[in-house]
T-cell receptor, first 114, second 114 residues
Framework: KAGVTQTPRYLIKTRGQQVTLSCSPI?????VSWYQQTPGQGLQFLFE???????NKGNFPGRFSGRQFSNSRSEMNVSTLELGDSALYLC?????????????FGPGTRLLVL | DQQVKQNSPSLSVQEGRISILNCDYT??????FLWYKKYPAEGPTFLIS?????DKNEDGRFTVFLNKSAKHLSLHIVPSQPGDSAVYFC?????????????FGTGTRLQVFP
């Protein structure tokens, strides 16, 4: 069974640009969550999608947005990039939320904003 | 406001000895706690969890202890092995069902040396 895949793995952008990251969940999984990992801040929850609907949202500005498609694949978009957006962006998928231990993380997309 | 805190950014332990990783939380509404292990260039992987109705959970070399009155949990690894060298995150979930949202600590880097 293939794991959670994220593309691209590495990305370099400049301030003011926008970026779209992609996450393909494990086959059959309907829930996708996104996290931002920065040094000293740990993993911070961005948002969660379930069956194409945003179910939960973290405390990030509106520049951060996401969506989920009917095949459960998810994208997150960051507009007007700032230097502080440089981070590892992780997505995680699960079949549902009844057993959170079965949430699997992808390897992440490392974004560098110059 | 960091609701889940890991105050030790790093820990170094000799192979065969016990590793103790600590985590404190502030929100009494958390009802489920998890530990994740993360290697470089990989996403976090689930290690062990504990419900707030328990004070201990054991899985092989890994044991998690929960002290609700102190809002403190710890992960014990006995005996420690070089392959345990990684960053360990504790995470908590609130009493909100139907969500995969987790609040993570900032992580502790464990190094197990021969």
């Amino acid at each position: 069974k293939a794991g959670v895949t994220q593309t691209p793995r590495y990305l370099i952008k400049t301030r003011g640009q926008q970026v779209t990251l992609s996450c393909s969940p494990i086959s059959g999984h309907r829930s996708v969550s996104w996290y931002q990992q920065t040094p000293g801040q740990g993993l911070q929850f961005l948002f969660e999608y379930f069956s194409e609907t945003q179910r939960n949202k973290g405390n990030f500005p509106g520049r951060f947005s996401g969506r989920q498609f009917s095949n459960s694949r998810s994208e997150m978009n960051v507009s007007t990039l700032e230097l502080g957006d440089s981070a590892l962006y992780l997505c995680a998928s699960s079949f549902d939320s009844t057993r959170i231990e079965t949430q699997y993380f992808g390897p992440g997309t490392r974004l560098l904003v110059l | 406001d960091q609701q889940v805190k890991q105050n030790s950014p790093s820990l170094s332990v000799q192979e065969g000895r016990i590793s103790i990783l600590n985590c404190d939380y502030t929100n009494s509404m958390f009802d489920y706690f998890l530990w994740y292990k993360k290697y470089p260039a990989e996403g976090p992987t689930f290690l062990i969890s504990i419900s707030s109705i328990k004070d201990k959970n054991e899985d092989g070399r890994f044991t998690v202890f929960l002290n609700k009155s102190a809002k403190h949990l710890s992960l014990h690894i006995v005996p420690s092995q070089p392959g345990d060298s990684a960053v360990y995150f504790c995470a908590a979930r609130g009493r909100t069902y139907n969500t995969d949202k987790l609040i993570f600590g900032t992580g502790t880097r464990l190094q197990v040396f021969p």
